[in-house]
């Protein structure tokens, strides 16, 4: 295992600025968002200019892709499309993790499995593995749900966020059941009232979710996931400093 950070937890800036600020926090591997409604890397982006993509993805400044995170708008055939282009992406910056979002609460259960059959499909092409976020409000929140998804759906994986089980509709809820499945992982402290807080004042058990995963062999990354919340007491980037020094001391 290894620990990266998101440029997720940058939103506001755009990418190169972002991984510029990983740098200076002295990480050394990154997950990448590819989001269309976020600053970065849009997919429709990765899909009508890939070269370009795939330049930008390379040029990180001595930090590591490791993964990536994609949400697109998109509908029908060309949601496909443009996944499949994320795809293209990753292959060429040798990422063979792409987390995606499940879909909302309310979706029919055939519809979804019907959509991550063809997500693993066109990763598999590529040779990515998919994996389906942990998420309040969509149909991974409960445990349970995540884990009969991953059954349907051969060679799907699961990026585990334990802070959505905290602080979610399940709070405190057991959630072993998923760690099989687990093939990436995104972190930050959290308590049963508020998906983030400052690290260490949370319910994260940061070394039991190293040790259920190592009985799983899981070898992946360790992803920090913190958003600066705009709080005036909390340090964002000694938060982000925090964590790093914290999961590197587990490993």
Do not use: W
Request: hydrophobic residues 40%.
């Amino acid at each position: 295992m290894f620990v990266a950070a998101s440029t997720e937890c940058f939103p506001d800036l755009p990418l190169d600025a972002a991984l510029e600020r990983l740098v200076d926090l002295e990480y050394n591997r990154v997950e990448i968002a590819l989001k269309e409604r976020g600053n970065q890397l849009r997919p429709s982006r990765v899909h009508s200019h890939l070269d370009e993509a795939v330049l930008a993805c390379r040029e990180t400044h001595r930090l590591t892709p490791v993964a990536y995170i994609v949400d697109i708008d998109a509908e029908g055939p060309l949601y496909y499309e443009q996944f499949s282009s994320c795809c293209k992406l990753a292959k060429a910056t040798k990422v063979v993790a792409i987390t995606v979002p499940s879909g909302e609460l309310g979706t029919p259960f055939n519809a979804e499995i019907e959509r991550l059959r063809e997500l693993v499909r066109i990763g598999a092409l590529d040779g990515v593995q998919v994996g389906l976020k942990t998420e309040a409000g969509h149909m991974s929140q409960d445990p349970d749900t995540a884990v009969v998804l991953c059954d349907n759906v051969k060679g799907l994986g699961i990026t585990l966020d334990p802070s959505h089980f905290v602080c979610g509709p399940n709070k405190g809820a057991n959630y072993d059941q998923v760690f099989k499945y687990v093939c990436h992982l995104q972190l930050r402290d959290t308590t049963k009232d508020k998906l983030q807080v400052r690290v260490g004042q949370g319910e994260i058990e940061y070394g039991r979710l190293v040790t259920q995963l190592g009985k799983f062999k899981y070898n992946r990354a360790l992803c920090v996931n913190i958003v600066d919340t705009g709080e005036p007491e909390v340090d964002h980037m000694a938060e982000m400093r925090k964590m790093r020094l914290l999961l590197e001391s587990l490993l």
